[in-house]
């Protein structure tokens, strides 16, 4: 049993299309045209600059119009793209590797004209290959990489000696040359792969973030929505009985065929506003008494809508040694609710035939542990679970070959709980061919969320008193 994508369908399908937003695809029309005008135009001014303080200072004798040929194609495409292109223009994917390409290139003629390797400049190649594994696919990053490679190596074969103005080659041992020129290449893939791998993290991340708080937010509608119909089932439900036993009474006294008729009408729509109340609710007043729940009340809440999917849901309830038996209030926060709703819901996917959900407190701590009989977390996931976007690797058989999970329903689970101050452990239960010794015990998937009681259940300031009117919304 693994990560559950999402709590309900249509989440589902938000997780999987917002997660292809920021796929690496569709990242490359993050990165806008200006950004790299910029970056080149810092670029330009820097070989300008070096070659000024190369020729005055340390007396290079360079191949000036050549240099400066190379230097105005990359003024020439600034200009160009500054003011055919509007300022907020994005790349795609094949503007942004040409770029690039151009970007190397160009350094790679200057590199040649200016001593190839023997230039400590030629550091510089790094930076076109850690845009692109930032912003590109993976094939563009491989192409860009690979033309660097290319590039640097050509350099280093092939380029025109330093020299001063009196004639003097500056010249690199061929050791250090070499070495140079195996740390360039060394550090285009490192970098490559290390630049790739954190942004995709941080992207990851970043999504399941979003989807969390998405999570968090149609919770609180559905919460806010609940209370909406409590009140006004709350509120109306006095007139609306009024009404029904006075048209009861007229039943009972009015002989006149029409008047009955009428009668019966107004009980009828007495009982349909009922039903109304029931089923739904608009805009009103936040029902008081929903704002804290008894702790066994909100976790069979979570569990609620899975509780008649076909698996056996077993409540373990009571105190902790030493413990006060009273149960304690909790708040009815939006995020524990969520949180515990997906938990049980992975556990209820994966499960043979049974979850046992065991709710105990102690006098300082809140433990809820939801376990099933299922095939459990795959054991090389065990560290990873609470990732977003987790996905089955190398296919390892874990006994759900018909479920697909990107782990970003646990994700939401962990990430809600333990904004509320919840600490999460995942385990698996111990298994035992002997059905005697096993027992009841869980022998699947197991994760405890466990609490310090101030944080879900501070003690009440004063004692309790009267909740007074139902305060309305602020639109």
């Known amino acids: 049993m693994v990560v559950s994508p999402m709590n309900q369908p249509p989440q589902m399908q938000f997780g999987e299309t917002f997660a292809d937003s920021f796929s690496d695809g569709r990242r490359s029309n993050w990165v806008r045209l200006r950004t790299l005008i910029l970056l080149r135009s810092i670029a330009i001014f820097g070989q300008i600059a070096a070659i000024v303080v190369g020729t005055t200072v340390f007396d290079l004798s360079l191949e000036l119009g050549w240099c400066i040929l190379t230097i105005g194609a990359s003024v020439i495409t600034n200009i160009v793209a500054h003011f055919i292109y509007p300022e907020n223009k994005r790349l795609s994917e094949r503007e942004m590797v040409l770029l690039l390409l151009f970007d190397i290139t160009q350094l790679t003629v ?4 200016t001593g190839g390797l023997h230039n400590p400049f030629a550091l510089l190649i790094l930076a076109p290959v850690t845009i692109s594994a930032t912003a590109l ?16 190596t050509a350099a280093a074969l092939w380029h025109i000696p330093l020299m001063t103005g009196d004639g003097t080659i500056l010249r690199m041992p061929s050791i250090f040359v070499f070495g140079f ?34 999570a968090l937010s149609r919770e609180q509608k559905l919460t806010d929505l609940g209370g909406v119909v409590a009140a006004a089932a709350h509120e109306l439900g006095t007139p609306l009985a009024t009404i029904k036993l006075v048209s009861r009474e007229l039943l009972d006294e009015i002989e006149d065929p029409d008047l009955r008729a009428d009668a019966l009408l107004i009980a009828e729509q ?6 109304i109340l029931r089923s739904m609710g608009r805009a009103g007043k936040d029902d008081l008494h929903l704002r804290r729940a008894p702790l066994v009340t909100v976790v069979q809440e979570a569990a609620e809508p899975h509780g008649d999917r076909g698996k056996t849901i077993l409540y373990d309830v009571g105190p902790l040694d030493g413990a006060d038996p009273a149960q304690p209030e909790i708040e009815r ?20 035939d049974t979850v046992w959900i065991d709710i105990h407190w102690s006098d300082d701590r809140i433990h809820v542990r939801i376990a099933d009989d299922g095939p459990g977390y795959p054991p090389h996931l065990l560290p990873r679970l609470g990732d977003p976007f987790l996905r089955q690797r190398g296919g390892v058989p874990d006994g759900r070959s018909e479920y697909d999970g990107m782990g970003l329903g ?28 096993a027992g009841d015990r869980p022998r699947g998937a197991i994760v405890e969320t466990r609490w310090r009681r101030r944080d879900i259940a501070p003690a009440p300031a004063r004692p309790r008193i009267a909740l007074g009117k139902n305060r309305a919304f602020e639109v």
Not at 181 to 203: P, Q, S
Not at 270 to 275: K, L, N, V, W
Request: proline letters at 1%; a positive charge; hydrophobic letters at 55%.
């Open 110 to 113: 200057l590199l040649i004209l």
């Open 137 to 152: 696919q993976l094939r563009s990053t491989v192409l860009v990489s690979g033309v660097a490679i290319v590039a640097i």
């Open 181 to 214: 020129w195996i740390a360039i290449l060394i550090g285009i893939v490192f970098l490559a792969a290390y630049a790739r791998r954190v942004t995709r993290e941080v992207n990851t991340m970043a999504v399941a973030l979003v989807a969390t708080q998405m």
């Open 270 to 275: 007495a009982d349909r506003c009922r039903d």
């Open 333 to 352: 926060r939006p995020e524990i609710i969520h949180g515990l709703r997906n938990l049980v819901q992975n556990a209820v996917d994966f499960a043979s």
């Open 410 to 437: 646990l994700f939401i689970a962990k990430t809600l709980l333990e904004r509320s101050g919840a600490e999460l452990s995942f385990a698996n239960g111990v298994r035992s061919t002997d059905s005697e010794a």
